[in-house]
């Protein structure tokens, strides 16, 4: 049983707040606010990633979540299921995303009557009456304010396709940080469904180029923004197989560990022809997680070829070689050096060296001095892990496709389908 | 609230709200109460305004009365006077054609929190509960609970009960959640809502219907239903089978839970029951949003308690990565050293290596810490790694390694040899370390070059400010005195007559002056005084994996209590191993008797005597405890002594009562394990305060005594000469 819900700003402003249960007498309206400052000093006492995701105070336990540089906290007397009420606290986030187009402290503010009415009809008590958004829909009246097309570059949302909107064939970027509930309005017809096949990669590659570690976890994401939910069919690879005691075949079956479907997915078609029968709703949904260690079908994406040499007194010289190990596209491209930065930060202890595009099949490189005062053979040990983060369009590691995208003949209107690929690196270290 | 100008603009917004222009204008006049909603968030006392809001509220855009329900929630309990206006157009709407309407209004009537609401609601209340509008039935059903929470010491109403009951038959699955909540609420002083068998197997066969949030909130009431049978209980797991994978993490665990709960009598199934869950564990501790993880690895943590081998193979998930939060590299580096095996050790201890040379000094220290306890199982490799480490020369790590050698040299003798090798090639820099010093004096023998790093202390005592470190080097340089006089005597006595002479802590001057007055006995005197035992392997047994029993942590599964670390399970903390040494000294100073001999204040006929013996290895005890009956079980009738568990210990000591084990000193429930020697008999002893299967006594200590062979006078003494030790420890402290 939750008491409260609220979301404050990084700087501790009090975005959205939402009592249920304060017991009336004993605290009056500003005495149970004051939890929220309490909260706010207690997650600020401690350095950014020291802060435990469950807190107390007195009787009051606090569990937050962060998302969007937003803290999401609910707080609760009783002893309710962490994961309950951590993943309902990513759900409320995911609603507000899919209500609001984006998730950032502005589109919050605009939009707090909005989130008000949401919470309204999500929880009651204290207690979770609905995340769905087909029932929702029917409750919410108030109309999202949308911030202008964002412009940064969040990290944390999947940012798709940023370079190449230019081609008409691609959504662009932004498509699917829209508002699903802009009806009426001007934009609206567009009846658009995306389907993204994301993966998380983890990769540890040892210090002498072994693979030590690799790791998928990916997810099939539908958007829907059709007003409408009828059934549709989605069609994964027919080659795909489940499971590690499953006989591989020999060219490119597709392979996961293990897999877990939403439970509105139908998978009567699943097992002889692989195909997902789901009737969307309105919003962002997870229909499918599958998740795959070890043996990758293909290289990571990624080689690094280093070298660490001492050079002077008190300089280190580290020389990177680094090689996309990605099929090449039609035109090789020359690398463009002018756009890549590096630089040190000395806060850290880390070097960042940042690439802004990187074709397959290309090779790139770098040499760093560095200057170290009492340097001594042994410190060259401590030089590393390099730590990679990225992000591959139209890429799947796992090789999992989705063959096509059927909606219901009975579907009004014209209706876009889109699919997207995408693979981000979750953690990809190479020691040196 | 400290916002500047607030006043203004309160007055400002009155201003604005009750012009007819304003008001005139739809979408002007929304606005402005949407302003007032945005200052009320952020903390601005608007509640002059109720008076303009509740005009504001007879509007038929239901978004704007949205959200002057919301400000009158908030402010009703401030203005209740104000509030009852605004009851007739709530009671107006709780009639409206529009189900939307009716369920806004009531659910908005029952929030206001205020004296007197009860007589108003009751009414719409239980209109709604038949209300042909499953919306409005479900705003009704939580309505009663909000209804019972305004006058919490009434009666209950037996009418409403029973209704709630009756609608736990609803065809909407929300209204049947609802219910449960309800009821669960209004009965909290009766032990809440009742699950029978017919509700039960009602709710079992409901599950489908439910959403995900429901589905763990029902599985979490079934936690207190007892299947009559066998045959029951096993139609009711396999009902629930498919949940267990369910793609929610928290339905899977809420499962989980209750499984393990229904089968406590049947390990195969809650076994089976752990392999199933294990994969969508696995899932959430790589979950894309890291408070999840750190959840599911919480829970892992908990399952391998029990089952250590479970995760054994996918130990590549807690391979920490490079951008995660602190607090889930912890967590995942102890579970590392947990799951641990022969086929695993080497790739983990490779990645623990790279952790040791992390920017953070803490983490870097953890890693090595974890290498630390590897290494009681696997100390070659370990010594190899912690070794290489130290030739990095930084100080955070080498005084982390020199830690993690004095464990491993008391935990297992056999890699003394290694260790004191390691250090003779290390110490050439003095480290800050009481672990060095009681390294280099208790292994003195093997390590050429201990004199001369002991000296470097010596030389830099007048910098030092640690007292602690001090008396380990009076303690550290005896023992070296002890085994190489000849290169220990000059500074030994350069070390007591600085820190008899000039030395201003207390503590440090008695150390010195113990030592001096030892040393003038002589040295076979000093050589049994000082000398304690140089390790012992046993205590690794309590601190190594042991199996628990799944009841041990079932009942805090899925709850706050692995996240947040307090009310943690009972854990048995050894007794530190480097107090060992250095306190035998003071122990051995006590009076001289072999055995003390208390008269007992209850029987004065009979005595008792009590002695210590040879030393009872944990793993002996831990067998004979479980093979032995309890003779005895007897509860004090006070609480356990206030006192430091040291100062418990030492008292216990005296008596000649030997403190194997107790949990550390805020825990509940507390237990010590204590054992003497009688005239030919062992008496073994739990001490326990707070048990939970007995609440009624829990602020009192029980005990619970057994024996071999029996001996009832004997035991008799035992207790009374332990209660007379804790009675007079309870005096003391208070």
Redesign the interface.
């Known amino acids: ?1 939750i008491s409260q819900i609220f979301i404050l700003s990084s700087k501790g ?5 939402k009592d249920y249960h ?3 007498k004993h605290f ?3 005495a149970s ?1 004051d939890s929220i400052n309490v909260f706010y000093e207690m997650v600020t006492a401690l350095s ?9 105070h007195k009787d009051l ?1 606090f ?5 969007g540089g937003l803290y999401w906290v609910a707080s609760t007397k009783t ?6 009420i ?5 759900r409320l986030a995911a609603l507000t995303k899919d209500y609001c187009g984006s998730l950032s402290e502005k589109s919050v503010r605009m939009n ?2 909005l989130i ?2 949401l919470l ?1 009809e999500m929880v ?2 204290g ?6 958004t087909d029932i929702l829909k ?2 919410i ?2 109309e999202a304010v949308s911030s202008k097309p964002f412009s940064l570059f969040d990290l944390s949302n999947v940012g798709l396709f940023g370079a190449e909107t230019q081609q008409s064939k691609v959504a662009p970027s932004v498509a699917a940080s829209r508002p699903i509930m802009s009806s009426r309005g001007e934009q609206s017809g567009k009846n658009e469904i995306f389907v993204d096949v994301i993966e ?1 990669l ?1 990769v ?1 590659i ?1 210090s002498k180029g072994v693979l ?2 690799s ?1 998928i ?1 990916g997810e099939i994401r539908i958007k829907c923004f059709l007003p409408t939910s009828s059934e549709m069919r989605i069609g994964l690879n027919e080659e795909l197989s489940i499971g590690k005691s499953q006989q591989k075949g020999y060219s490119s079956a597709v392979r996961v560990d ?1 897999c ?4 509105a997915v139908k998978l009567d078609e699943f097992d002889t022809f692989r195909i997902l029968k789901v009737c969307p709703s309105q919003g962002e949904q ?1 229909v499918m ?1 599958y ?1 795959l ?2 043996e990758l079908p293909c290289a990571p994406p990624f080689q690094l070829f280093p070298s660490v040499q001492k050079d002077y007194v008190n300089r280190v010289l580290i020389f990177l070689k680094l090689r996309c190990d990605l099929p090449p596209k039609s035109m090789s491209q020359e690398l463009s050096s002018p756009d890549q930065t590096a630089e040190l930060q000395p806060k ?3 070097l960042l060296w940042e690439i802004p595009r990187f074709p397959g099949g290309a090779q790139l490189s770098a040499l760093f001095k560095v200057d170290v005062p009492g340097l ?1 053979s ?2 060259l ?2 030089v ?2 390099v ?1 990679m ?1 990225f992000e591959l369009a139209k890429q799947t590691c796992s090789g999992l496709q989705i063959r096509f995208l059927r909606l219901a003949p009975t579907q009004t209107g014209l209706s876009q389908r889109w699919v997207r690929y995408v693979t981000h690196s ?4 190479i ?1 040196i | 609230m400290p916002y500047f100008g607030s006043e203004e603009m309160v007055k400002e917004l009155k201003r604005a709200l009750s012009n007819p222009n304003v008001q005139a204008d739809r979408l002007r006049y929304k606005n402005y109460i949407t302003k007032v909603i945005r200052y009320m968030t952020q903390g601005l006392d608007v509640s002059a305004l109720f008076m303009d809001m509740v005009k504001a509220s007879a509007t038929v855009d239901i978004a704007q009365k949205k959200l002057v329900y919301l400000y009158m929630c908030t402010y009703a309990s401030d203005k209740p006077d104000l509030a009852l206006l605004a009851i007739n157009t709530l009671r107006k709407d709780c009639a409206d054609p529009n189900p939307m309407v009716r369920g806004l209004a009531l659910r908005n009537m029952c929030n206001f929190r205020m004296p007197g609401m009860t007589e108003y609601i009751e009414q719409p209340i239980v209109a709604g509960l038949r209300d042909k509008a499953s919306y409005v039935r479900r705003v009704a059903v939580l309505g009663c609970a909000k209804m019972h929470s305004l006058q919490p010491n009434t009666d209950i109403d037996g009418t409403i009960v029973n209704e709630l009951y009756a609608l736990l038959r609803d065809p909407d699955p929300v209204v049947v959640v609802n219910c449960l909540r309800a009821l669960e609420e209004i009965l909290k002083d009766e032990g809440g809502v009742v699950i029978n068998k017919p509700i039960a197997h009602h709710l079992l066969n409901r599950m489908k219907d439910l959403d995900s949030w429901a589905q763990s909130e029902v599985l979490t009431f079934l936690l207190r239903y007892r299947p009559r049978s066998d045959d029951e209980l096993f139609d009711i797991l396999s009902l629930l089978d498919s949940f267990l994978q369910s793609a929610h993490a928290h339905v899977a665990v809420a499962t989980l839970r209750l499984f393990l709960q229904l089968a406590s009598a049947h390990p195969a199934v809650q076994a089976d029951a752990l392999l199933c869950t294990s994969a969508p564990l696995l899932a959430t501790c790589g979950a894309a949003s890291r408070e999840l993880r750190f959840a599911g690895l919480c829970h892992v943590q908990q399952v391998m308690r029990s089952q250590p081998g479970l995760f054994g193979t996918h130990y590549k998930r807690f391979f920490c990565g490079y951008s995660e939060p602190t607090y889930i590299k912890f967590r995942k580096m102890e579970i590392l050293v947990e799951l641990v095996n022969d086929e695993n050790v080497a790739l983990v201890l490779e990645e623990l290596r790279s952790y040791c040379t992390d920017v953070s000094p803490e983490l870097a220290q953890a890693a090595i810490a974890a290498i630390g306890r590897i290494a009681q199982t696997y100390s070659e490799k370990c010594l190899d790694i912690l070794t290489g480490l130290l030739a990095l020369k930084q100080d955070h790590i080498t005084s982390a390694v020199i830690q993690m050698f004095r464990d491993l040299v008391w935990f297992c003798p056999q890699s003394t040899a290694a260790v004191c090798q390691t250090v003779e090639a290390c110490v050439d820099s003095p480290q800050d370390s009481e672990a060095l010093l009681w390294l280099l004096g208790e292994h003195g023998d093997q390590i050429s070059s201990a004199p001369y790093v002991m000296e470097g202390y010596i030389d830099g005592l007048k910098t030092e400010l640690s007292s602690a470190v001090k008396m380990e080097l009076l303690t550290a340089s005896v023992k070296m005195f002890l085994c190489r006089p000849a290169e220990t005597q000059d500074m030994l006595g350069r070390l007591l007559h600085y820190c008899i002479e000039e030395e201003s802590d207390v503590c440090v001057r008695d150390r010195a002056l113990l030592c001096y007055r030892l040393l003038q006995r002589g040295v076979e005197e000093t050589r049994k005084v000082v000398t304690g035992p140089k390790s012992d392997p046993s205590m690794s047994v309590l601190t190594g994996r042991q199996e628990e029993p799944i009841s041990q942590w079932a009942s805090t599964f899925n709850t706050l209590g692995p996240l947040s670390g307090c009310d943690l399970c009972p854990q048995t903390a050894v007794i530190s191993a480097a107090d060992q040494p250095s306190s035998s000294a003071e122990k051995e100073l006590l009076p001289e008797s072999t055995d003390v001999t208390l008269s007992s204040p209850d029987d004065t006929e009979e005595e008792i005597s009590l002695s210590l013996g040879p030393p009872l290895s944990h793993e002996t005890f831990e067998k004979m405890w479980l093979d032995l009956e309890i003779l005895q079980r007897q509860t004090m009738g006070f609480p356990r002594p206030r006192t430091a568990l040291d100062t418990l210990q030492a008292a216990l000591q005296l008596v000649k009562i030997q403190t194997l084990a107790f949990t550390p000193g805020a825990t509940v429930p507390w237990k010590a394990y204590i054992y003497t020697r009688s005239t030919g008999t062992l008496i073994l002893a739990e001490l326990l305060q707070g048990d939970q299967h007995a609440p009624g006594i829990d602020e009192s200590l029980v005990v619970s005594v057994k024996q071999q062979p029996v001996n009832q006078h004997a035991i008799r003494g035992f207790v009374s000469i332990l209660k007379g030790v804790l009675q007079t420890l309870n005096v003391d402290s208070s």
């Open positions: 049983m402003d009090h975005l959205i707040y304060i017991i009336m009056r309206g500003e606010k950014g990633d020291q802060t435990p995701v469950v807190m107390s336990h569990i937050h979540v962060r998302q002893n309710p299921s962490p994961f309950t951590i993943e309902f606290l990513n707090f009557a008000y009415e309204d009651d008590f207690y979770i009456q609905t995340t769905s029917n409750f009246q108030t998380r983890s540890v040892g030590m570690k790791d976890q293990e877990r479907f939403h439970q997870t997680q998740q260690c070890d850290n202890k880390a001594s042994a410190s040990l401590e590393g892990p730590s983060s979750d953690s990809y270290t020691r």
